[in-house]
């Protein structure tokens, strides 16, 4: 179903539930109201015809039991001339008189004086009796129920025509307003498609309805991000596809050199170059596929033991660490202070250890030492690593996270890709990487916050 019907028939229904209400409302109140005006008149009609009888306006002997004209001011037009009867009865049950019309049988058998409602030749009634005392007579003066149904009836019928002529004009002009109401709707969803996949471009500028502007508001904003995510999947395949050629060169290089080398030194020294190269490879891969798997990882919170986790970092990248001759350090918290498990998501803060420790290894000289310095507490913790090499240039300290940024002086074999993971994944914990300058080397810190003890 279309927005525009369901509006419509809500409209329309809304619209039908208002008018039978207020048809219940007004035929409710208007039979109130007419029975008791016409209940009020039915009292002065009888007084009046007492009154009358005992004037002597009216001759009972005269009359004998015929017709007793009523007043005048009781007649309300024509089909309602006729709307009330009367009868007199004596007191001992002999009918006097009665109006012209008046059914046959007794208006009311009741004895006592006021309003009463009766039955007569199968016919509702609705009477007022009054006793006259001196002239032992009991004037009845009724109306008749159908008629009055018909009164309220043709009050109901003067509001429900016109409504229901009406309809289907009142149908036609919310069809209508509801068009021109979701047209912005319409030119929105019309722009939106005969935009190029290709075109991330805001949408046009323009007066739009109050409601309508934050869908515009959030497309735009859907538009710079996904234009930003292709530029970075763009950047990234162009920087990949650039970092991976220069190894493959060398090792397409160093081994036709091993093909055609003289001997067995210039053979072995290219064989040492295509290991680099391919351990060079190797560790760009690697980096390129911790980068995608931090970029999609699930955020599940887990326990996660800090001195496990480093240890097991360390343990991993012992033999790199061996074959530069650095030395790798623990400093934990001393027994007895905090070291409650840590409430964080273990592979996150586990690739961005590794990395980190990782950089600072090729980034120390031989001889140098990378120290781990690591603190918990129950609102967060953090993991400083700290190493021996040359630390970062300040110029390029800003830009140290970016993908493939590599300084003058970086490590040899570096991808430029291991703080950027670094980053990602700590942005991705809710925490914060920190680089600061180191006397002398790189200090580099991964602050975790909104943790829990466990």
């Known amino acids: 179903m279309s927005l525009r019907l369901r509006v419509f028939l809500l409209l329309v229904l809304a619209t039908a539930v208002v008018w039978l209400s207020a048809v219940l409302w007004i035929e409710t109140s208007t039979r109130a109201q007419v029975e008791r005006v016409l209940d009020a008149r039915l009292a002065e009609a009888a007084r009046m015809v007492s009154s009358l009888v005992s004037d002597h306006r009216v001759e009972l002997a005269a009359a004998d039991g015929g017709a007793i004209p009523l007043p005048h001011p009781f007649r309300f037009g024509e089909g309602y001339s006729r709307q009330l009867s009367c009868q007199i009865w004596s ?5 006097v008189g009665q109006s012209d019309g008046a059914p046959d049988g007794q ?6 004086e ?11 009634w609705r009477v ?3 006793v006259n005392a001196d002239l032992g007579l009991r004037i009845m003066v009724g109306d008749s129920m159908a008629v009055r149904d018909g009164l309220v009836h043709d009050v109901i019928e003067g509001l429900v025509l016109p409504a229901l002529i009406l309809l289907p004009l009142l149908g036609g002009l919310i069809w209508l307003s509801v068009a021109r109401g979701l047209a912005p709707l319409e030119r929105l969803a019309a722009a939106l498609a005969q935009r190029s996949p290709a075109d991330l471009s805001p949408l046009p500028s323009g007066p739009l309805p109050r409601e309508v502007r934050p869908v515009r508001e959030a497309l735009d904003g859907l538009f710079d991000r996904l234009s930003a995510a292709r ?11 650039h970092e991976l050629k220069t190894p493959l060169a060398g090792l397409r290089t160093q081994a036709q050199v091993a093909r055609i080398a003289p001997d067995e030194a210039t053979r072995d020294a290219a064989l040492a ?6 351990a060079r490879t190797d560790r760009m891969v690697r980096q390129l596929l911790d980068l995608a798997e931090v970029e999609r990882a699930e955020i599940v919170a887990a326990p996660c033991n800090p001195a496990a986790l480093i240890a097991a970092t360390l343990t991993d990248l012992q033999p790199l660490a061996a074959r530069r001759g650095v030395t790798l350090r623990c400093e934990g918290p001393e027994e007895g202070s905090e070291q409650r498990e840590w409430l964080t998501n273990g592979f ?9 420790v990782e950089n600072a290894v090729l980034a120390s000289p031989e001889g140098g030492a990378v120290v781990i310095l690591w603190s918990g507490h129950p609102g967060g913790g953090e993991i400083t690593v700290r190493d021996s090499g040359p630390g970062i240039p300040e110029a390029l300290r800003d830009r140290a996270t970016d993908r493939f940024v590599r300084g003058a002086g970086g490590a040899p074999g570096g991808s430029g890709l291991g703080l950027s993971i670094v980053a990602s994944a700590m942005e991705r914990l809710n925490g914060t990487l920190r680089l600061d300058p180191g006397v002398p ?14």
């Open 107 to 112: 208006l009311s058998t009741g004895d006592t």
């Open 348 to 356: 996150l803060l586990a690739t961005a250890l590794r990395n980190v």
């Open 128 to 130: 007022f009796s009054v």
């Open 441 to 454: 080397g790189q200090r580099v810190s991964l602050v975790l916050g909104e943790m829990r003890g466990t």
């Open 231 to 241: 530029d970075v999947e763009r950047d990234f395949t162009t920087y990949a596809a």
């Open 91 to 95: 007191l001992d049950g002999q009918l």
């Open 273 to 278: 170059a295509i290991e680099t190269s391919v």
């Open 114 to 124: 006021g309003w009463s409602d009766s039955v007569v030749d199968g016919e509702p």
